[in-house]
């Protein structure tokens, strides 16, 4: 449910609200400007209740800890007007939650790619993110940008204490282990798994039930046939047993190698088409008039 806490245009602190990118549990999203830099940049809102402060500062905290190019990292947190704020880069694109089902195989891989190397530097770390699903993925020009750290967790932590708190959008990319406490850096490789599927199928695995429907013997999700090495690397992301995932440098490394062959096929695609423009030209049995006279 939508409960929407401000408008366009709207003022708050030192900021005026563009539009809304998106909202969930803990706040909304929004672009704005800047009043004291005129910049343009996406600020989260968190919702007033008895946690909005800790639960801010935890988010920027941990999403300060890693630097990446495909990890969103935050400018500032600040309190305005009752509101605890947190201040981001403006990405140029949205969330890739809205085009699941047409997102070609190419760009399937570049996901693939970017979130998996994302996700290797946060578990180097000891870190989870533990919330990877096509909502806070990004596409900001040329790359895809993991958001939202308000369910990152410290893996060692992890192995003592942790539970799973889940809203609407994120228990169809959680992973079964997660439901039995157990909290492994494969459980960010279900998901991410999970979200390929949902971004090249245009539904969700296991009647979107998530992890939760999964068992040791539950059929593997149907894959297109037309795309076996995609196929295949998702399945094994959705294995139900986290042991036998591949970890995100294995994914970074199949994923440069098909990109590679990706772009091989459509330089051919083009060279190909050029020469059926050519043929075509030069087998037409017929010529303008204008081109009699010298």
Known sequence: MNNQ????NQRIG??????LLGFGLSG???????????AAVAIKIFRQNKTSESRSKYEFTMAKKVKHSNLMNPFS?????DYWIMEMPLCLGRSVDGIAGYMSEYHVWRLLRDVSSALSALHHEGLGHFDVKPSNILWDEHRFIITDFGACRDLEICQKECSVTSDESSYRFDAPELLKGIWKPASDIWSLGATAFNLLMGCHVFNGLGGRAQQQN???PYMRKSM???SELIIRCLAFDYKLRPTADEIVAVAEKQLELQVSKIKERIVRKENESIASVENKMYFWEEDMVE
């Not at 806490?5 to 366009?8: G, L, V």
């Not at 030192?14 to 539009?19: A, M, N, P, Q, V």
């Not at 909304?28 to 005129?38: F, G, I, K, L, Q």
């Open 28 to 38: 909304e999203v929004w672009s704005a400007v800047s009043a004291t830099s005129d």
């Open 77 to 81: 947190l600040d309190k305005m007007e």
């Open 14 to 19: 030192k900021y005026r609200l563009i539009s």
């Open 228 to 230: 076996p090495a995609l």
């Open 218 to 220: 539950s059929p593997v």
């Open 5 to 8: 806490m401000f408008q366009t």
